[in-house]
């Protein structure tokens, strides 16, 4: 956590990348466990890095998962579990997701098509909601920024959610994300990339100056009224 922002970074596919995300600040390492994602990592390949990857708190990032598939990853050395499916899927199918993982432990990242808005129906269910930007084609990763309006009002209407801002985040744009938004929460993944599923030690280091910054600028603009 760097001035009271809590980061997660996503996409992580080797211990290296893990230690450095770590030292820059993140509180959350995220492992894509999607197999059609370019950061895919399959799960024997997690558990042969999990003894020494440093000790920041491991997502596991999924898609529509079976149940037994949801059962396994609990059981596999992680801290939650971050599930992704589309706004359509149904409030039962979701409620099966939510007997399995505990809301504790549960983050929901459900693909909501413009023009629509979360099912709130889903919000008892888990703790923590990522917001992401919109893909037909794809669950998250994308590199485009999301809706941060809509973000903001979101999470200025349903308070009891940890909402997590993600989408094309990078050092140039999250102390306007955060301004913008109000978010406690940043999950950045494509922004500190050399390529798909490799991250830039110079970009983390860049996007944890950016936070660092966060408490100065805001000094100087109280004492500037």
């Keep these: 956590m760097i001035n009271g922002i809590h980061i997660k970074v996503c996409g992580l596919t080797s211990v290296v990348d893990s230690e450095a995300a770590y030292t820059h600040g993140a509180d959350f390492l995220g492992f894509n466990l999607y197999p059609k994602s370019p950061r895919y990592v399959s799960l024997s390949a997690f558990k042969a890095m999990e003894p020494n990857l440093p000790p920041g708190k491991k997502v596991a990032v999924t898609v529509e998962p079976s149940h037994d598939e949801l059962k396994l990853l609990l059981d596999s050395g992680f801290d939650s579990i971050q599930l992704h499916f589309p706004n359509e899927t149904s409030f039962f199918e979701a409620v099966l997701w939510a007997e399995i993982v505990p809301p504790a432990r549960l983050w929901m990242a459900p693909r909501v098509p413009p023009g629509r808005e979360i ?64 978010t406690t929460y940043v ?39």
């Design 187 to 225: 999950d950045v993944n494509s922004g500190v990339e050399v390529s798909p599923g490799v991250k830039d030690h110079a970009k983390l280091q860049a996007f944890a100056h950016a936070l660092q910054r966060l408490k100065k600028n805001e000094a100087g603009a109280t004492a500037s009224h």
């Design 119 to 182: 099912d709130p129906a889903f919000f008892p269910l888990a703790d923590t909601f990522l917001f992401d930007s919109y893909q037909a084609e794809t669950f998250g990763g994308t590199g485009k920024t999301s809706n941060w309006s809509e973000f903001a009002s979101l999470r200025l209407k349903y308070t009891k959610i940890h909402w997590v801002l993600a989408g094309g985040l990078n050092a140039e744009n999250v102390a306007t994300a955060i301004a913008a938004t109000g």
